[in-house]
């Protein structure tokens, strides 16, 4: 099961390895996970690489993968030794660090059988610390579904949560949201989310336009919004003592790029 928007995040994430500097993410794997085939067609694509908008959303993935990490390594650094990484996709973070900690890959079960396929072809072996947790976001238990991985519970955890809640309903994201918020405290979250065209400028909305009719063309429509002070809003009342809002400014400052206003980061903490 190939997910369209899936094979672009990893499509986007190995051409900044190869057509931008500085890296934002360094992802030494990204390149070999898509394949030989795959691989030169992205390195015989330079012309339009470089156009403005396949650099924004180069980007755009490296900001918001290479946020998650920087908050997980922070999180190791107070003891945190659980790491989720929810809708997990193609994501190399497991197979490219030196750790003991715990990860645990949450997605689709066809989407894992895909994912560990592509890392066999490209021996690229999985480490024993991993462990492939099934659930689709919309149904179900997502703690259940982790601890009968081996989840603890009663130990905090770093969660990511990248490029997801914007294919779910308000509710479904509300109701993983809540199921992390009932984890020890100590734990956290970082995950994207598509804002309220009203909270937009006129640029930012005609770019919400075309990347909304540009998902729904491959199958897989926006399908939740959120006004920042709301979500904050209901991230507190749900137990979250601690939410930090990262829109453009504040990740330029951070990692460099000028990034568009429609994705929003947000990282809270039990």
Not at 24 to 29: K, R, S, T, V, W
Not at 106 to 125: E, F, G, N, T, Y
Not at 133 to 157: C, H, I, K, Y
Request: charged share 20%; net charge negative.
């Amino acid at each position: 099961m190939q997910k369209p928007s899936a094979w672009m995040t990893a499509t986007a994430r190995a051409a900044h390895q190869l057509y931008d500097q500085p890296l934002i993410l360094n992802d030494p794997l990204a390149v070999r996970l898509l394949g030989v085939e795959r691989e030169a067609e992205l390195r015989a694509d330079a012309q339009r690489q470089q156009h403005p908008l396949a650099a924004a959303m180069r980007a755009t993935m490296a900001v918001r993968a290479r946020l998650a990490e920087d908050s997980w390594l922070a999180a190791q650094a107070r003891g945190v030794q659980q790491y989720v990484i929810l809708g997990a996709g193609l994501d190399t973070y497991a197979y490219r660090a030196e750790h003991t900690a715990h990860i645990y890959e949450v997605d689709l079960p066809a989407m894992q059988h895909w994912k560990r396929d592509c890392l066999r072809a490209a021996d690229i072996s999985e480490p024993a610390n991993v462990r492939y947790v099934a659930n689709d976001f919309t149904d179900g238990s997502l703690l259940e579904d982790l601890q009968q991985q081996g989840f603890d519970a009663a130990q905090p955890a770093c969660f990511s949560w990248l490029g997801v809640s914007m294919y779910l309903q308000p509710d479904e994201v509300m109701r993983t949201l809540r199921d992390i918020a009932d984890c020890a405290p100590g734990s956290s979250i970082v995950f994207d989310y598509s804002v309220h065209r009203r909270h937009l400028n006129d640029n930012e909305r005609a770019g919400l336009d075309f990347v909304t009719a540009a998902l729904a063309a491959q199958g897989e429509p926006l399908q939740s919004s959120f006004e920042p002070p709301l979500l904050e809003h209901m991230l507190r009342h749900h137990g979250y003592r601690h939410v930090e809002n990262f829109g453009a400014e504040k990740l330029s400052t951070l990692y460099g790029p000028r990034l568009s206003g429609i994705f929003r980061l947000i990282r809270a903490t039990v």
